[in-house]
């Protein structure tokens, strides 16, 4: 059985960092096959993808980008995302998740084509 735990959120102020990390049991994030991403959502809105990593490396999309980064840690096997300038927009609860198949780029945003899910951490920025 696949379970993701997510680590590192907390209460941030605007302009400050936060270093949100995925653990893994019943797989091995490091050399992982598909996909792994984050996700967010923040009440009374979609979830949406934020940033990942997948076979054709390191993506994230335009709201984060210059301010976010998916990474590997691979001597602590975790899934990370670094989290710069944050801004109260950003609040949200943050999902790990990774995909047990192939993800074609173009939907790698979407949540449908992942198929294990953390429980989520909550990051809230305040101005």
């Known amino acids: 059985q696949v379970q993701l735990v997510e680590s590192g959120g907390g209460s941030v102020q605007v302009g400050g960092s936060l270093r949100l990390s995925c653990t893994a049991t019943?797989?091995?994030?490091?050399?992982?096959?598909?996909?792994l991403a984050w996700f967010r959502q923040a009440p009374g809105k979609e979830r949406e993808g934020v940033a990942g990593?997948?076979?054709?490396?390191?993506w994230c999309v335009d709201s984060v980008k210059d301010r976010f980064t998916a990474s590997q840690d691979y001597a602590a096997d975790t899934l990370v995302l670094q989290m710069n300038r944050l801004k109260p927009e950003d609040t949200a609860m943050y999902y790990c998740?990774?995909?047990?198949?192939?993800?074609?780029?173009?939907?790698?945003?979407?949540?449908?084509?992942?198929?294990?899910w953390g429980q989520g951490i909550q990051v809230t920025v305040s101005s």
């Open positions: 990593i997948d076979f054709s490396g390191v």
């Open positions: 019943g797989i091995t994030l490091r050399g992982y096959p598909y996909s």
């Open positions: 998740t990774a995909s047990d198949r192939p993800v074609f780029y173009n939907y790698r945003r979407f949540p449908a084509e992942y198929a294990y």
